[in-house]
């Protein structure tokens, strides 16, 4: 009898280290809006997971049907809440508690605003009004992103309200693959071209651009200068607290992402690019993996660096 009930007693011990959360945690799911700074960071975040015994997966959505699968619960993870651009998408989720913003940002020192390559810039667009002063020379366009995007929303409600005198130009919206295709044929061509751009991403390495100043109003101060700051459902702590754990330990830097998005911007798997850029720099991981363990209960950090050296 002792022994019978040493065993299960030894049973009921193993079982408490590996069950560290419910099978329903191990599927980790991740939005991201189509840029490849989140597609880097969640690419990074996935890459850890992996190597954690998890299988995260990806949706692409916009922001506002983002925020809507978070309170859902369709989606458990967005790390790219940028702040303050998309605080008017998300404020009646926070104010009615329907998501959760995890309180220490994962990216301080970002920037989002309207830029123009140096050429333009050196010609007289230096600032959000002069914009209206060159209708002619830009065609009377400015270039936005994705439908649904935050920035794309603040140039429409420019537009709309003819502030800076832009009441006569239209935006483009298509991607951020698309208008950098536009921005980079401009360039060849020596045209003036107003887009979204922002930083961190390769844009500020591969062209020579510069920020308009004086839309403070419309995008905040200091060139839009933001924080992103990490979204998950309001009870997924409790759910998931090792995932949890270890997306609020997440903090990235400009450098790292635009080191990490270069590659994906040259067409390679974000999850490949995030693997290769930890292979070569495995010491972040120190920070990212402190209190997270796997999936079956087990130190988390060798198992992250074994699986990135590919072992």
């Known amino acids: 009898m002792k022994r019978l009930w040493a065993a299960s007693l030894c049973a009921l011990s193993v079982s408490s280290v590996f069950a560290t959360e419910p099978a329903t945690c191990r599927d980790v799911r991740f939005a991201d809006v189509g840029w490849t700074d989140i597609a880097a960071t969640t690419g990074l975040a996935s890459t850890v997971l992996e190597g954690l015994g998890y299988k995260p997966t990806k949706t692409i959505a916009s922001v506002p049907i983002t925020f809507a699968g978070v309170k859902s619960k369709q989606i458990d993870v967005f790390l790219g809440y940028w702040s303050p651009t998309m605080d008017p998408m998300i404020d009646p989720f926070r104010k009615a508690g329907q998501l959760t913003v995890l309180p220490t940002p994962n990216l301080t020192g970002a920037k989002y605003t309207l830029a123009v390559p140096d050429y333009?810039?050196?010609?007289?667009?230096?600032?959000?009004?002069?914009?209206?002063?060159?209708?002619?020379?830009?065609?009377?366009?400015?270039?936005?992103?994705?439908?649904?995007?935050?920035?794309?929303?603040?140039?429409?409600?420019?537009?709309?309200?003819?502030?800076?005198?832009?009441?006569?130009?239209?935006?483009?919206?298509?991607?951020?693959?698309?208008?950098?295709?536009?921005?980079?044929?401009?360039?060849?061509?020596?045209?003036?071209?107003?887009?979204?751009?922002?930083?961190?991403h390769p844009m500020n390495v591969q062209m020579k651009i510069d920020y308009l100043s004086g839309g403070d109003d419309v995008f905040g101060p200091n060139y839009g200068e933001a924080k992103v700051m990490t979204v998950v459902p309001t009870d997924y702590s409790a759910r998931c607290p090792n995932v949890a754990k270890l997306v609020s330990n997440l903090h990235f830097t400009?450098?790292?992402?635009?080191?990490?998005?270069?590659?994906?911007?040259?067409?390679?798997?974000?999850?490949?690019?995030?693997?290769?850029?930890?292979?070569?720099?495995?010491?972040?991981?120190?920070?990212?993996?402190?209190?997270?363990?796997?999936?079956?209960?087990?130190?988390?950090?060798?198992?992250?660096?074994?699986y990135v050296a590919g072992q």
């Open 120 to 200: 333009a810039y050196q010609a007289g667009i230096k600032t959000f009004a002069d914009i209206a002063k060159n209708y002619d020379k830009l065609d009377g366009k400015i270039y936005g992103i994705e439908p649904g995007n935050d920035g794309n929303a603040l140039i429409k409600k420019m537009i709309d309200s003819n502030q800076y005198g832009l009441g006569k130009f239209k935006m483009v919206e298509s991607s951020e693959a698309g208008m950098l295709v536009e921005v980079n044929r401009a360039i060849r061509e020596k045209k003036p071209i107003v887009f979204l751009g922002w930083e961190p």
């Open 254 to 306: 400009t450098d790292i992402e635009n080191h990490v998005m270069l590659p994906i911007m040259n067409k390679t798997d974000p999850n490949k690019a995030a693997k290769d850029w930890l292979k070569a720099n495995p010491a972040v991981l120190d920070k990212w993996l402190a209190g997270v363990k796997t999936f079956d209960g087990k130190d988390g950090l060798p198992a992250v660096k074994a």
